[in-house]
């Protein structure tokens, strides 16, 4: 992980804690692991109503970019879109808040980083 960055995503992990679009599962959220590289960005995401997903983008600064694509668990259908999250630093780690806008309604998610003791 670059430590010079400290909004450097390579190597973490962060959990779905609260979406105005879905009910977020506690006990199995959606789990996101994060690759990034010269501020190119990719990862994967499991959990809640995911079977499988994945993502790439950009980020630049705190602006995270990403196209993704996931199976969902009822039914199986493939759903695949574009994402903007701002990235905060907290005291207890990252944390990614995402904008967008679904049936025409703006929404927003909160993911939260799972740090190596949680």
Same mark, same amino acid.
């Given at each position: 992980? $670059? #430590?010079?960055?400290?909004?450097?995503?390579?190597? #973490?992990?962060?959990?779905?804690? +609260?979406?105005?679009? +879905?009910? %977020? $599962?506690? =006990? *199995?959220?959606?789990?996101?692991?994060?690759?990034?590289?010269?501020?190119?960005? +990719?990862? =994967?995401?499991?959990? =809640? !109503?995911? !079977?499988?997903? *994945?993502? %790439?983008? !950009? *980020?630049?600064? =705190?602006?995270?970019?990403?196209?993704?694509?996931?199976?969902?668990?009822? @039914?199986?259908?493939?759903? +695949?879109?574009?994402? %903007?999250?701002?990235?905060?630093?907290?005291?207890?780690?990252?944390?990614?808040?995402?904008?967008?806008?679904? $049936?025409?309604?703006? *929404?927003?998610?909160?993911?939260? /980083?799972? !740090?190596? /003791? @949680?």
């Amino acid at each position: 992980m $670059d #430590r010079v960055d400290p909004l450097h995503l390579d190597g #973490r992990t962060f959990d779905m804690a +609260s979406s105005t679009a +879905s009910r %977020v $599962d506690p =006990d *199995r959220p959606t789990r996101f692991r994060y690759r990034e590289s010269e501020g190119v960005v +990719s990862g =994967d995401y499991t959990g =809640d !109503t995911v !079977t499988v997903g *994945r993502f %790439v983008g !950009t *980020r630049v600064g =705190d602006r995270l970019e990403v196209a993704f694509v996931h199976a969902l668990v009822a @039914g199986g259908a493939v759903v +695949s879109g574009t994402a %903007v999250s701002r990235i905060e630093a907290g005291p207890d780690g990252l944390r990614l808040v995402e904008e967008f806008e679904l $049936d025409g309604v703006a *929404r927003t998610s909160v993911c939260t /980083e799972v !740090t190596p /003791e @949680g």
